[in-house]
């Protein structure tokens, strides 16, 4: 079983809309979750981290925790074809190792 | 501030040669993470260096390796290299931060190894 798991995608969505991407964890260890947008031939960049459960907003980006649910996700309000890249979902416990999953591919169309 | 550095940014090797991969962290940043990204397996976590110590390490063959200095700055070594070495290496710093976890990382722009 992934420790992180996410939807590949592609997620289609047009231009104004709210995006969602979801991702689950398994391990109840994982404190710190974080989540990097990856440009094709780009590396990944940090975007969003949250640690407590409920919702975290910055700007147009919300990030949610759940961690009964054991449940993370990010919604972007206002999706602009920019906003096209995958995002990578990870969560840490303590000084474990930040685990990935394997990042879902958004498609913002004009 | 500075982002986080690696040199090289490209490199082409063939089988059975060494290569070694350097990263420069975020100034003040004292934690140094690599990981591996292919098309098909996404980002694995390779190690992770502290204080010139390894802290944590992924499952990858004793092929690949590293070390860190004492000004933070991280070498990863793979040796005797097979085609499925080919791939994208990032490194990654962060100011490690014992409680909760939390602790951010900001990755490099990475070094893309063919191997031939």
């Known amino acids: 079983q992934k420790e992180v798991e996410q939807n590949s995608g592609p997620l289609s969505v047009p231009e104004g809309a709210i995006a969602s991407l979801n991702c689950t964890y398994s391990?109840?260890?994982?404190?710190?979750f974080f989540w990097y947008r990856q440009y094709s031939g780009k590396s990944p960049e940090l975007i969003m981290s949250?640690?407590?459960?409920g919702d975290k907003e910055d700007g147009r980006f919300t990030a949610q925790l759940n961690k009964a649910s054991q449940y993370v996700s990010l919604l972007i309000r206002d999706s602009q074809p920019s906003d096209s890249a995958t995002y990578l979902c990870?969560?840490?416990?303590?000084?474990?190792?930040?685990?990935f999953g394997t990042g879902t591919r958004l498609l913002v169309s004009p | 501030k500075a982002g986080v550095t690696q040199t090289p940014r490209y490199l082409i090797k063939t089988r059975g040669q060494q290569v070694t991969l350097s990263c420069s962290p975020i100034s003040g940043h004292r934690s140094v993470s690599w990981y591996q990204q292919t098309p098909g397996q996404g980002l694995q976590f390779l190690f992770e260096?502290?204080?010139?110590?390894?802290?944590n390490k992924g499952n990858f063959p004793g092929r690949f390796s590293g070390r860190q200095f004492s000004n933070s700055r991280s070498e990863m070594n793979v040796s005797t290299l097979e085609l499925g070495d080919s791939a994208l290496y990032l490194c990654?710093?962060?100011?490690?931060?014992?409680?909760?976890?939390?602790?951010?990382?900001?990755f490099g722009p990475g070094t893309r190894l063919t191997v031939l």
């Open positions: 391990d109840r260890g994982s404190q710190s």
């Open positions: 949250i640690y407590s459960n």
């Open positions: 990654a710093s962060s100011l490690p931060r014992g409680d909760r976890g939390g602790n951010e990382q900001f």
């Open positions: 260096y502290f204080s010139e110590t390894q802290r």
């Open positions: 990870a969560g840490k416990g303590g000084f474990q190792k930040l685990v």
